[in-house]
Every structure is written in C-alpha cells, then in structure tokens.
C-alpha cells in the first residue's frame, strides 16, 4: 500500500502562484509515476500533470503547460506541483496520485492510490 497526503492549497489572486506538496508513505519503492490530476464543481476529473519516478520526465496538460511545473524529492518521496500564473478556471479539489506501473499517465483509472485532495480558489 502507498499512502499520499496532500498540502499547500489555498486562496490565491488570479496570476498568484501555489505550491502544492504531495508526501508518500509506504511501498514507496513500487511507485513507478506519480499524477496530480483535478476536479471542479460540477466536472468531470481532468489530468493536470505527471512525472515518471525513475527518470523525472514530466508531462502536462495543454491548459497548464508553460504556468505549472512537477517536480520530485525521491529522497524524500514526496512530488511538487508549482503552479504559477493561475486563473479562475484553476479552481478546483486538486488530488495526488501513484501508479505502481506505467500505464498512460494522462488517465486516472490508471493511478491506483489517491490522497484526500486539497482545495485550491483562485479569485478573479
């Protein structure tokens, strides 16, 4: 089991900038990509970005490529989501997520382990 816990949303202006900080516990050494995907009110779950554990390559949806960035601290197991430039349509739950395999990284049924999520406002 690989246990994930989420930090560092918040209320921020519109062109602010967050930190998200996602920390994992457990089986750690079966991690092979972590995601942070996000859900607003009333939508469906969308992939945000992820990085493969093993060789720190990085991928991003088109609507944060250039503000967000991804990041790892393998020594301490935990994944960054640096979001800068934010806009209103970033408001939403945004959840952290490990797959113990490679599958594609874009979809969510592929991540098996969660964290709570951690709610990120961003006012106009």
């Known amino acids: 089991q690989v246990q994930l816990v989420e930090s560092g949303g918040g209320l921020v202006q519109a062109g602010g900038s967050l930190r998200l900080s996602c920390a994992a516990s457990?089986?750690?050494?079966?991690?092979?990509?972590m995601g942070w995907f996000r859900q607003a009110p009333g939508k469906e779950r969308e992939f945000v970005g992820a990085?493969?554990?093993?060789?720190?390559?990085?991928y991003y949806a088109d609507s944060v490529k250039g503000r967000f960035t991804i990041s790892r601290d393998s020594a301490k197991s935990r994944v960054y989501l640096q979001m800068n430039g934010l806009k209103s349509e970033d408001t939403a739950v945004y959840y952290c997520?490990?797959?113990?395999?490679?599958?594609?990284?874009?979809?969510?049924?592929?991540?098996?382990?969660w964290g709570q999520g951690t709610q990120v406002t961003v006012s106009s």
């Open positions: 990085i493969i554990w093993s060789t720190g390559s990085t």
């Open positions: 457990g089986r750690t050494f079966s991690i092979a990509n």
């Open positions: 997520s490990a797959s113990e395999t490679l599958a594609p990284v874009r979809s969510w049924p592929g991540y098996r382990y």
